[in-house]
T-cell receptor, first 113, second 117 residues
Framework: AAGVIQSPRHLIKEKRETATLKCYPI?????VYWYQQGPGQDPQFLIS???????DKGSIPDRFSAQQFSDYHSELNMSSLELGDSALYFC????????????FGPGTRLTVT | GENVEQHPSTLSVQEGDSAVIKCTYS??????FPWYKQELGKGPQLIID?????GEKKDQRIAVTLNKTAKHFSLHITETQPEDSAVYFC????????????????FGKGTHLIIQP
């Protein structure tokens, strides 16, 4: 079965640079979520989108923004990167109003040097 | 906001024995409780979930129980196998089944399950 696709899988940036992470949800899924997971920590919810509109907002820094496009893929834009932004970033998708299960992608490992 | 506590942080059991992981949540509005298994370097994998209108759910060797009154839910794994070794996360959220929105999950801190051969 098709899964959530994330790109790139690994990304190395320097402090104060910008990064863009992409997420392609499972076909027919209309909702995407972004999570950040630091080393040895639990995933922290950042933001979600349903039908291209922001749905819920968690602990997303003001330096980060995200959007969902007409084909339901989503991009997380991160600016003025800090060393503390180094983490795994996961995207999850679900079919809203149906089953509500969130299926996670393989993640993007961001390293800020 | 929601707060989820998970215990124990590490659990070591003999192969073939059972493992139980417990979670509590704080927000009485939460109505959806999934469990995820995460292997090193991989994304969390949904293994079982339960909704607030159900007290127990079972899928082969895995079962989850929910006590809404006590705001407590547990994962039970029977006949553990080496491939069960991983970090397990419980989570909670208030799901709007009528559509129109999507709340993020609040996770527990995770349990490192070690299956001893």
């Amino acid at each position: 079965a098709a899964g959530v696709i994330q790109s790139p899988r690994h990304l190395i940036k320097e402090k104060r640079e910008t990064a863009t992470l992409k997420c392609y949800p499972i076909p027919r899924h209309d909702t995407v979520y972004w999570y950040q997971q630091g080393p040895g920590q639990d995933p922290q919810f950042l933001i979600s989108f349903y039908e291209k509109m922001q749905s819920d907002k968690g602990s997303i820094p003001d330096r980060f923004s995200a959007q969902q496009f007409s084909d339901y893929h989503s991009e997380l834009n991160m600016s003025s990167l800090e060393l503390g932004d180094s983490a795994l970033y996961f995207c999850a998708s679900s079919l809203e109003g149906q089953t509500y299960e969130q299926y996670f992608g393989p993640g993007t490992r961001l390293t800020v040097t | 906001g929601e707060n989820v506590e998970q215990h124990p942080s590490t659990l070591s059991v003999q192969e073939g024995d059972s493992a139980v992981i417990k979670c509590t949540y704080s927000d009485s509005a939460s109505n959806y409780f999934p469990w995820y298994k995460q292997e090193l370097g991989k994304g969390p994998q949904l293994i079982i979930d339960i909704r607030s209108n159900v007290g127990e759910k079972k899928d082969q060797r895995i079962a989850v129980t929910l006590n809404k009154t006590a705001k407590h839910f547990s994962l039970h794994i029977t006949e553990t196998q080496p491939e069960d070794s991983a970090v397990y996360f419980c989570a909670a959220t208030a799901a709007m089944y009528s559509g129109g929105g999507a709340d993020g999950l609040t996770f527990g801190k995770g349990t490192h399950l070690i299956i001893q051969p």
